[in-house]
């Protein structure tokens, strides 16, 4: 089967022909039908410390599947070959696209404990990205963040992950701002029930939030503790920068600063059923599984609305 992988830092995916995959106890095999692209992809492939980090390269990448089960290992009796499923990226086996190989290829291997069942009805596409930016951002905004009915919320960033999270939030009763530099961007805001946008966090200071997830990542928590109110929340999602940085009196007055990362195969379950009724609509962009390459490009220049799925077949 043809694979794109990981082979050096800063080099571009390499296309390969790899062994399919057999599956083992509690394993399946899942033929990928659609992939996800991710700025953690980018982070994995231009990070000096990632190649060191890995169990082994060439590594394929990508850690958003949706697809169809086509081989079920000893002792797996609640799947059965021909089910739709998502993959849960941080649950039972190695993280996909890091430690064990990913979706940027025709099939993946995956632990029957790692699948969240795909409804009817439901997208292939939709089911990859709520695998994880669904997955992310309803996570840091509903669990982490407890965001419910009568909250004050702001979400920096509106891209593939802020997206989902704003409109989360709006369905659980909050008022929701966002926080977003791109004009055409904050005008989609609009269109999730957000109370209202600003361009910069910074312009949100002394306003009392109770809640603000950060989903940028951008040197922006300094900008969302001074946000929020005195035992109020900021959660951390966005990677966008390596480093952050924030004055040493910001987190006086009993504010809390935690950070969030994935989410539950519960998580996604509970998301498939936003989207299918279409209470969760994120915008996103179909490409080919040969295109993902230069789509990867595309989102390191931050040329990409929403999300990019791979998109193999159906």
Same mark, same amino acid.
């Given at each position: 089967?043809?694979?794109?992988?990981?082979?050096?830092?800063?080099?571009?995916?390499?296309?390969?022909?790899?062994?399919?995959?057999?599956?083992?106890?509690?394993?399946?095999?899942?033929?990928?039908?659609?992939?996800?692209?991710?700025?953690?992809?980018?982070?994995?492939?231009?990070?000096?410390?990632?190649?060191?980090?890995?169990?082994?390269?060439?590594?394929?990448? =990508?850690?958003?599947?949706?697809?169809?089960?086509?081989?079920?290992?000893?002792g797996v009796t609640s799947w059965q070959?021909?089910?739709?499923?998502?993959?849960?990226?941080?649950?039972?086996?190695?993280?996909?696209?890091?430690?064990?190989?990913?979706?940027?290829?025709?099939?993946?291997?995956?632990?029957?404990?790692?699948?969240?069942?795909?409804?009817?009805?439901?997208?292939?596409?939709?089911?990859?990205?709520?695998t994880d930016a669904g997955m992310t951002?309803?996570?840091?905004?509903?669990?982490?963040?407890?965001?419910?009915?009568?909250?004050?919320?702001?979400?920096?960033?509106?891209?593939?992950?802020?997206?989902?999270?704003?409109?989360?939030?709006?369905?659980? =009763?909050?008022?929701?701002?966002?926080?977003?530099?791109?004009?055409?961007?904050?005008?989609?805001?609009?269109?999730?029930?957000? /109370?209202?946008?600003? /361009?910069? /966090?910074?312009?949100?200071?002394?306003?009392?939030?109770?809640?603000?997830?950060?989903? /940028?990542?951008?040197?922006?928590?300094?900008?969302?503790?001074?946000?929020?109110?005195?035992?109020?929340?900021?959660?951390?999602? =966005?990677?966008?920068?390596?480093?952050?940085?924030?004055?040493?009196?910001?987190?006086?007055?009993?504010?809390?600063?935690?950070?969030?990362?994935?989410?539950?195969?519960?998580?996604?379950?509970?998301?498939?059923?936003?989207?299918?009724?279409?209470?969760?609509?994120?915008?996103?962009?179909?490409?080919?599984?040969?295109?993902?390459?230069?789509?990867?490009?595309?989102?390191?220049?931050?040329?990409?609305?929403?999300?990019?799925?791979?998109?193999?077949?159906?």
């Amino acid at each position: 089967m043809k694979a794109w992988q990981f082979v050096e830092t800063n080099e571009p995916l390499v296309l390969n022909e790899v062994p399919d995959p057999v599956p083992g106890p509690g394993e399946v095999v899942v033929d990928v039908r659609a992939c996800g692209l991710c700025h953690s992809d980018i982070t994995y492939m231009t990070n000096p410390g990632t190649k060191a980090n890995m169990p082994y390269t060439p590594m394929t990448l =990508g850690h958003e599947t949706a697809g169809v089960i086509s081989a079920i290992g000893e002792g797996v009796t609640s799947w059965q070959v021909g089910d739709r499923v998502g993959v849960c990226p941080f649950g039972t086996g190695p993280i996909p696209g890091f430690f064990g190989p990913g979706g940027f290829a025709d099939k993946q291997l995956v632990h029957a404990d790692d699948l969240a069942r795909v409804p009817e009805g439901l997208d292939t596409a939709l089911a990859a990205v709520a695998t994880d930016a669904g997955m992310t951002s309803y996570h840091a905004m509903v669990v982490r963040g407890g965001a419910k009915e009568g909250m004050k919320v702001g979400v920096i960033g509106l891209g593939g992950l802020g997206q989902i999270g704003a409109r989360a939030a709006v369905l659980k =009763g909050a008022e929701v701002h966002v926080a977003e530099p791109k004009a055409e961007v904050r005008e989609l805001a609009l269109g999730l029930g957000v /109370a209202g946008t600003v /361009a910069d /966090a910074t312009e949100w200071k002394d306003q009392n939030f109770d809640l603000v997830v950060d989903y /940028a990542g951008f040197n922006t928590a300094a900008a969302a503790i001074d946000a929020i109110r005195p035992g109020g929340t900021v959660v951390t999602v =966005g990677i966008g920068a390596r480093e952050m940085t924030i004055p040493s009196h910001a987190l006086l007055r009993n504010k809390n600063l935690i950070g969030s990362i994935a989410g539950t195969v519960a998580d996604i379950e509970e998301l498939y059923q936003l989207m299918l009724d279409g209470s969760i609509a994120p915008v996103y962009e179909e490409i080919g599984f040969n295109q993902i390459p230069d789509g990867l490009d595309r989102l390191a220049k931050g040329q990409v609305t929403g999300r990019l799925v791979a998109r193999f077949g159906d």
